[in-house]
């Protein structure tokens, strides 16, 4: 007992230690974020000990403050400012910057998985479910430890683009954020020992009071990555609107200012949702390339159940993500309405017809995996006669979503049809329709999700009838109100038709959480017709799964360049301008490219972190051969 008791107290001094030592950094650099600083006034003494302090006024928050660093910097095209390869330079920063941020949002967000997962394997009262999870958490943070490793060297590689080839800008940033640039580092350190002391101390704390301990490290390594996540979009944020600084680009002493620009609070949130959508197709890709490659029953059943896991984790963040992305174009329209009629109406409108496209395939992927995962289940076969008609929604839906309001044409077509608007197509690219399209698609796959829920399951509540019909009118209703809005928005000013997509998004919401609540409530002791059958799924699901992971890789490409390329000839919006001899938009068809590029290198790179994965595998635990299709439930405790 006293073994015990010193192991517990040993192990609270230990997490205490770890915590105390990560929040040392930001203690010590207190005087730093709170103040105006006393640098200035050292470097403002001159000879007969007068001071003479100059003042500038924050192009953001209108507030005065002591100048505290240089201007930004007047660069030229040349060695100096501009060294260069034989090779365009914007575009080796770009493909260096994109593959760190593809691997830097997966190790962000597979240890938030990891956490929720271990957790629900803690609280569980079934030790073989709890072992389970348990197994499952650990196949996450085996492929996150060695992708993380990746990520610092792709860091590195980031670092070293920006010094040689933009180091004028780089020293400007830097120095603009030299207050912080110690936490982030230290940050960074923390963050990597935390994780490999998670993930080797795996066997070490499985049991009992330190299996809670190992469990709050996961807490403790989630606010290391979120803390470093939003101090890089603190810079992003700060490139796109400057704030903290005059109209010079002088640092004005308050680092806070510098960091909390008018962006960074929406870009946190969808960062933070697309991080974990990618993470969680990431993964579920993962599953799937372990499914089709597995030898035995076993196997496919315990990767069938991670995809799954993996799949709805993930589309449970991608479904708020287009309401983050629109909250986002609001705080850039009202930052500043030219930089919102460059992204969403002007030069760059086209990527977003593109990126409507892929968001519509995210989609679809994911309705199609849960139409085909129906079949593990006995009795879901009678849903199977009205898969047809949420085709044909999803459908209808997306084709509005992707239509655009303005067409790319020759003069001479142009004159043919009287404007760039068609005279029946465009009609449903107004942003009324839109909306509705998108929230159309998005009710149907909560649609999707709750027959699922429900497809081996038969309720027993006494009110069963009244509230299958009660969900059926809810959710016609639903679909009603978002198609009408859509159309209304033709009769009134384009102004007025921005307003309605809160009542669609509303709507769309209600369906979201209500429905859900409504159905696990009905499915509570529900009887179940048969077993879920791991395993039993057709391959075209997992190639639904590898669609999906896919189309958010080329989607996350996408809009890191919309969001760089709203800046246009700037590398800090109307503070430093790029003099470079790239400082131009691309055409479409070459960012489509370089996309396209990008993706295929992360895959191949991503690819090989699965095979170094698959070679140290840790075998499933021997409670999952419950799980052979035909033979046990054992993972269906719930979906």
Not at 302 to 314: F, P, Q, R, T, V
Request: hydrophobic residues 50%; glycine residues 10%; aromatic residues 16%.
């Amino acid at each position: 007992m006293g073994s015990v008791t010193r192991t517990k107290l040993m192990s609270i001094m230990a997490l205490c230690a770890m915590i105390g030592l990560l929040l040392m950094p930001i203690l010590v650099a207190i005087p730093a974020l709170a103040g105006d600083g006393g640098a200035p006034a050292a470097d403002a003494k001159k000879e007969g000990g007068e001071a003479k302090i100059e003042k500038g006024k924050d192009v953001y928050y209108k507030t005065e403050g002591i100048v505290s660093g240089p201007p930004a910097p007047k660069t030229t095209d040349g060695e100096k400012d501009y060294p260069r390869y034989n090779f365009e330079s914007r575009v080796l920063l770009w493909f260096a910057n994109q593959q760190h941020l593809y691997y830097g949002s997966f190790v962000l967000a597979v240890p938030i998985f990891c956490m929720v997962i271990e957790f629900m394997g803690v609280v569980t009262k079934d030790k073989a479910m709890a072992k389970r999870y348990d197994q499952l958490a650990y196949d996450f943070i085996k492929i996150s430890l060695t992708a993380y490793s990746l990520t610092a060297i792709l860091g590195g590689i980031l670092i070293f683009t920006f010094l040689t080839l933009y180091p004028a800008f780089f020293q400007y940033l830097s120095g603009i954020f030299r207050p912080v640039m110690h936490i982030y580092a230290l940050m960074f350190v923390a963050e990597s020992g935390t994780l490999y002391i998670y993930y080797y101390g795996w066997d070490k704390m499985k049991e009992g009071f330190l299996k809670w301990i190992h469990l709050s490290m996961s807490v403790v390594l989630n606010v290391i990555g979120t803390i470093l996540m939003f101090l890089a979009n603190s810079w992003i944020g700060f490139m796109m609107s400057p704030a903290g600084v005059d109209e010079q680009g002088r640092y004005l002493g308050n680092i806070w200012h510098v960091i909390h620009t008018a962006l960074w609070n929406p870009l946190n949130l969808h960062r933070i949702l697309g991080n974990m959508a990618f993470g969680g197709g990431v993964v579920a890709a993962y599953a799937a390339y372990r499914f089709l490659s597995a030898k035995t029953d076993e196997e496919r059943a315990h990767y069938d159940w991670m995809g799954y896991i993996a799949m709805a984790l993930g589309v449970a963040f991608l479904i708020p993500l287009p309401f983050a992305g629109y909250w986002l174009m609001r705080e850039v329209y009202a930052y500043r309405q030219q930089m919102g009629i460059t992204l969403m109406g002007g030069l760059l409108a086209w990527l977003f017809i593109i990126q409507a496209t892929m968001i519509g395939i995210l989609f679809l992927s994911t309705n199609y995996y849960l139409w085909q995962a129906l079949g593990r289940m006995r009795g879901a076969e009678k849903y199977q006669r009205y898969i047809k008609y949420l085709v044909f929604l999803l459908t209808c839906g997306y084709l509005v979503f992707i239509t655009p309001h303005t067409i790319v044409m020759t003069p001479a077509e142009l004159k043919a049809m009287g404007g760039q608007q068609h005279p029946v197509l465009g009609n449903y690219g107004v942003m009324s329709a839109k909306n509705g399209g998108i929230n159309v698609i998005i009710t149907t796959t909560v649609l999707s999700f709750v027959w699922y829920m429900r497809g081996n399951k038969v309720s027993t509540v006494s009110w069963a009838k009244f509230g299958n019909i009660f969900m059926g009118c809810f959710f016609f209703f639903a679909y009603l109100n978002i198609i009408m809005l859509a159309i209304y928005g033709y009769y009134i000013p384009a102004n007025v038709r921005v307003g309605l997509s809160v009542p669609q998004v509303a709507t769309t919401l209600s369906c979201l959480f209500f429905m859900f609540a409504l159905n696990s409530v009905m499915m509570k002791g529900a009887k179940q017709m048969g077993p879920i059958e791991w395993g039993k799924i057709s391959a075209r699901s997992q190639y639904a799964l590898i669609m999906l992971a896919t189309a958010f890789t080329w989607m996350m490409g996408l809009m890191g360049y919309i969001r760089s390329s709203v800046r246009l000839f700037w590398h800090v919006n109307e503070i430093m301008r790029d003099n470079s001899p790239w400082a131009y938009t691309h055409t479409v068809g070459f960012a489509a490219n370089m996309i396209s590029a990008n993706v295929l290198f992360f895959w191949i790179s991503i690819m090989f972190v699965f095979w170094l994965g698959a070679l140290a595998a840790k075998k499933a635990p021997v409670e999952a051969k419950a799980a052979v299709p035909g033979r046990a439930t054992a993972p269906a405790v719930g979906h």
